[in-house]
Structure formats: C-alpha cells, structure tokens
C-alpha cells in the first residue's frame, strides 16, 4: 500500500477505492474510534488526541473525499456519499465495526453513517455536530452564494491571504471567547487556495445548508438512537454552531449523554484534548456496543412511522 509523510506527527497512508486517493492515518491497536473531521479540515485536526486515545485504541483518522490529502474530485459530497466512502474505506482496511466520532461536519457524516450501516456502528459520539438545530455561522452560509467561487479567488490570492491571515491570528491574540477558533478559521482559510478544494467545499455545504441554515437534521430518525450509545460533547463559546444545540438532544435523544465544556470553543478536542481523551475513553468504557438486530431494527422504524412527528429543533438554552 503506498505511503507518504504529511506535517503531522502521524504517517499518512494513501488507499486507493473507486479511483479516488483516500488519506488516513491509523494508530494503536484496540476497539476502532473513526474519527471524522469537520469542514475544511482534514486529520489534522485530531492531532492533540490522536496519542491519548491511541493508548487504548486503534484510531483510524481518515481526510474525508475533497479535504487533505484525499482527492478532490469532481464526485458525490453528500452525506449519504461520505457514509458510503466510510463504508468502503473500512472494508479495504478489514475493519468490521467502530465507534464512529465525528466534530461539526463530520458529526452529520457520523449520523448518516451510523444510520446507513448500524450493523457496523457500535456506538456515535457528536462533537459540536451539525444536524442537530438550524442555526450556523454566516461565513457557512455565504459559501452557499452564486458568488463564493469567484470571491474566494480573489481573497486567496497570495498577497490578500496573507493579510486576511495575519487579520485572523490577530483578533485570535485578543484573547477574547468570541475569536476562540479564528487560528482554526484562518487555517481552513488556506486550503481555499486551492481551486479543487473550494469546488468540494462548495458541494459539500450545498448537500446540507441554504441561506437559511442548516437543511438536514436527524430529528426525524433521533429515536433509532435507542439502539445505540449516543454522546455529545460541545464547546460552550462555540461561534460556528451555537452550544444551545446540545440542548436539543434531551428532546431528541433522551438517553444520550450531553457534555459542554467551558472555556472551550467549535474545537473542544483541540481546547481541552486531555479532558476530551477521557471523556471519550469514559464513554467507551461505560456502554455497551450496539449489537444489530434486524428485528430490533424493524421494530423501531414501525414505531417511528405510528409516533407523534418529530421535536422542532429551536434555539433551547442549555442548562
């Protein structure tokens, strides 16, 4: 199988599936966690507890389809498109099921892969997820506009890139909750340099936004989580997907757990890594993996069909 080095501390190895290069790093030996990265992204982003989890773990980091190191096709960057990728990634790796992680974009990636293929989903943890209310950053919004091609052109070119950068890291410095993640932003500002990525990236939030907000949610399937662990984990000054989004999992997901972190923002892996290790390791340790049955299965979804219809999701305040 080639590999290569990225400028992660992890060596990235590169499969090819369906004609497409797909990226991954793959560390420690136990049950699997599929860690899945969120918009603009790519492994990197679980760098700071890759090792932590790794101690008891095999952590499986793939670059989604469009981010990394993964290719940028022209392809399907829809949900149902990355669960399947997911699928066919675990399979060319021999990997029958996982606990599947998944922080923002990645969350709704998490859930579809998880609701595609409960037969090979032991547990779903969300890390400040999408799908689970509305509301999401303008910045999100904008990439929706018929102009966002042609803008971010102009705004990567070299010499503006480096000053909206600069801008970034500056606001960062203040110290402030409300510019928290912008070392994130102005690193995901970067990759926009890339004509391939921001096509992707347009696809991808296409899938899944419009210039209202968010278009999916899993309100409508929430209570096939009771066939399956579930845990949420937000950051309390989260600026890209409102923290008050957790709170809509007690109405969809009652026997989820729900866990918002102070001083922590849309990246609470990266504010809190230690803490979020063993928040992850406690959630592992403490539940039983879902076991799938077709019959269990079957009988959800009829019960689905004759309940009441789903929550609205709404801006509910956490407690």
């Not at 969120?38 to 700071?48: F, I, M, V, Y």
């Not at 392809?75 to 990997?95: E, F, K, Q």
């Not at 409102?242 to 922590?264: G, T």
């Amino acid at each position: 199988m080639p590999r290569t080095q990225h400028a992660s501390r992890h060596e990235v190895q590169l499969v090819t599936v369906h004609g497409h290069r797909r990226a991954y790093v793959k560390v420690g030996s136990g049950p699997v966690l599929l860690l899945l990265h969120g918009l603009g992204c790519d492994h990197t982003t679980w760098e700071p507890v890759i090792d932590r989890l790794a101690e008891r773990y095999t952590v499986l980091a793939p670059d989604l389809l469009g981010h990394g190191q993964s290719a940028k096709p022209r392809a399907d960057y829809s949900l149902g498109g990355y669960a399947n990728g997911m699928r066919d990634l675990l399979t060319v790796l021999g990997i029958d099921k996982v606990t599947v992680v998944g922080h923002s974009f990645g969350g709704g990636v998490a859930m579809q892969f998880s609701y595609q293929f409960p037969e090979r989903t032991e547990r779903l943890l969300l890390v400040s997820s999408g799908g689970l209310g509305p509301e999401v950053s303008p910045v999100i919004r904008a990439i929706t506009t018929p102009g966002y091609h042609h803008a971010m052109g102009v705004l990567t070119m070299p010499g503006v890139r480096h000053v909206g950068k600069a801008g970034l890291h500056l606001l960062k410095a203040t110290g402030s909750r409300h510019t928290r993640d912008l070392a994130e932003v102005a690193a995901i500002y970067e990759t926009f340099k890339d004509p391939h990525a921001r096509h992707a990236i347009r696809h991808v939030v296409r899938a899944v936004v419009d210039w209202r907000g968010q278009i999916v949610t899993m309100a409508d399937r929430a209570y096939l989580t009771d066939a399956m662990p579930m845990a949420v984990i937000w950051g309390r000054d989260d600026q890209v997907i409102p923290v008050r989004h957790a709170a809509n999992v007690a109405a969809l997901a009652p026997k989820s757990r729900v866990e918002v972190l102070d001083e922590a923002g849309h990246f609470p892996h990266k504010d809190h890594p230690e803490r979020f290790a063993r928040s992850v390791d406690e959630f592992v340790r403490s539940t039983r993996p879902a076991t799938y049955s077709r019959a269990k299965w079957r009988a959800l979804l009829r019960g689905g069909l004759d309940a009441a219809p789903p929550p609205t999701l709404t801006s509910v305040e956490t407690a």
